[in-house]
Structures are given as C-alpha cells and as structure tokens.
C-alpha cells in the first residue's frame, strides 16, 4: 500500500518517540488540537456533531476530494463548522443570504491531516485536566492536617510580678524548695520582654530527664513553687510553660484574663483602682441631702460665735 499523510504523520511520530527514548505504549498524551469553543458546541450537539466529524474525517482522507459543500443550516452550526475546519487546517466561508447561507469546506495551503484525537477523547482529556487543577488547588489552599504535638512543660512562668523583683530575689526565695525536691533539675532564671519571670528547667547530663520524666516532675513541684511565690510575694502567678531555644512561650497550663497585664504597670494601675475606689475614712457617708444640711447648720453656728465674739470685743 502506498503510504498517505497519515501514515507518513505516523512514521514520523515514531522516530521522535524512538529518538527521544519514549515508549508510545506508556506514554501519555493530553494535548488537545481542538479549540475550546469547538468543544464547547459538541458537547452542546454531541450526535449532530459527531456526524460532521466523521464526514470531515473521510474528506481529510481522500485525496481527490477538494471541496465539501454543506445545506443551509442555522448560524449556530455554520459555527461549528468554521471552528472545525480551523481546526483541521481546512479553508471555509459561507455563501449566499438566510435563511439560505451555507458553508463550504476546501483544502488548501495549510491542510496537512485530520487530527490524531477525535472531538469525544479531547472532552475526556479536558474533564480529567480540570478535575487534577481542581484538586491541586484544593490541597493548596487547605493546611496540612499533620498532627503535632504537645510541647512538653520546661519551666515555670512567674506573671505580675511584684515592682523592684530581681533575678537575686527570685533565685535566694525558691532555691531552697526547687533544690530539695529536685536536686538533678536546675533553673535558669531570667526576664521576658512581657516583664513575666521564666524559671527554665534543665538537667545535666549523667542525670538527663526525657522531656515528658521532666514536664511530670515540673508538675509534682508546681504545687510548692506557687505556694512559696506566693508566701514570699514574688509574683501574681505560677505557671507551667515551655519554652523554645528562642526564648518564646509556645505553651502554658493556664492563662487567665488578670494576667494580660502583667509587671509594674498592672501592680500601678491596681493601685490606682483601689485608691479611686476607696472612700474617705474621716468622713462617714451619709445620703446628699442630710450631709449638705449638717454643714449649712455647722457654718452658721461658727458665724454665729464670730459674731458674738466681736461683740463682746466692741463693748470692751
């Protein structure tokens, strides 16, 4: 048989595959010779459409056949035609006047073949790409469900603490209490940017503590340590907290609203509160009325005894 378009199209297919050590067999092929408003009018006419195909198919095959000439038909077909006839390379134009107008198909310059993938494949290729883009883009904007971990307690944290507290204070009031009930864990003590104090636990080496051995025993110490902050007034609070290598506070056991103001500033405005709310101790309290009357009759008896007195004065 003698070798036409296709099968030269074909050939030629083979050598680039072989060439660029592709295997046909496994290789697959998404691309679409089609336009979108193409495929958008077949599946819209999917039985009429196909029909045309096939005639488009046979006149792409036949050498000898150089023009095809269509019935009239409505605008939305004469369309589908054009379409299809730019896909395949193929010349087209529409003749006459509605409702009479009508197409004709010729091959020139540009045609070469039919396309490898029929009208039917290529809708399939297009649904597969969007439901790939569209997961794709469901896992790029949903979070990773990775579950992490708890951050093991490391520390204690001292919240509002008391104005003119130091690292020395600190250090002389626990030691005793931190030293006896865990002589292998020691504490570094320093000041956070919040003003908050943070107790860092650490062990050496020959007595070294798995983080979770060290967060329980964190929390057998926590009752004494809050009980001796609080006798030596040290601080407001006494938590269990870790800490990272950064110095930032990624967990606490509890968080309540009095210490979102913590340091000197909240003990200041404390203070503040509780002499603006304090009555006067020298003044009892008594209804408007009756308070305002009290201190008419005083003034009057006072004016009325420097009266008096400067008569006495006169007579002299």
């Known amino acids: 048989m003698k070798c036409d378009d296709e099968c030269l199209r074909l050939e030629r297919n083979r050598r680039l595959a072989a060439a660029l050590n592709i295997d046909p067999g496994s290789h697959q092929n998404d691309h679409v010779p089609y336009a979108d408003a193409t495929l958008k009018l077949f599946k819209e006419h999917t039985s009429w459409a196909e029909t045309q195909e096939r005639e488009f198919r046979v006149f792409a095959r036949t050498a000898n056949e150089v023009r095809l000439r269509y019935k009239p038909m409505t605008p939305t077909f004469r369309q589908f035609l054009h379409l299809l006839a730019e896909d395949y390379g193929l010349e087209s134009k529409s003749e006459d006047i509605e409702p009479y107008r009508y197409v004709v198909v010729f091959k020139g310059t540009r045609f070469v073949s039919a396309p490898g993938k029929t009208l039917a494949q290529c809708v399939k290729i297009r649904a597969a790409q969007a439901t790939a883009e569209a997961a794709a883009s469901s896992r790029a904007s949903s979070p990773p469900l990775v579950a992490t971990p708890t951050d093991p307690f490391n520390g204690f944290l001292l919240t509002r603490p008391r104005f003119g507290l130091t690292i020395e204070d600190v250090n002389s009031a626990l030691h005793a ?79 309540n609203k009095s210490d979102a103001g913590s340091g000197w500033s909240a003990v200041a405005g404390r203070a503040a509160a509780k002499l603006d709310s304090a009555s006067p101790v020298d003044e009892p309290v008594r209804a408007p009325g009756r308070r305002l009357l009290g201190l008419r009759k005083k003034k009057i008896e006072r004016e009325k005894s420097w009266t008096e007195q400067l008569d006495g004065d006169v007579e002299c």
């Open 177 to 255: 209490d931190l030293a006896v009930q865990q002589p292998s864990i020691h504490f570094e003590t320093s000041f956070l940017p919040s003003e908050e104090v943070l107790l860092r636990a650490t062990t050496s080496y020959s007595a070294f503590l798995s983080p979770a051995a060290l967060e329980q025993a964190l929390v057998n110490m926590k009752p004494r340590v809050a009980k001796a902050v609080e006798a030596a007034d040290l601080a407001g609070n006494a938590y269990l907290c870790h800490v990272d290598s950064g110095t930032h506070i990624t967990r606490r056991d509890h968080l």
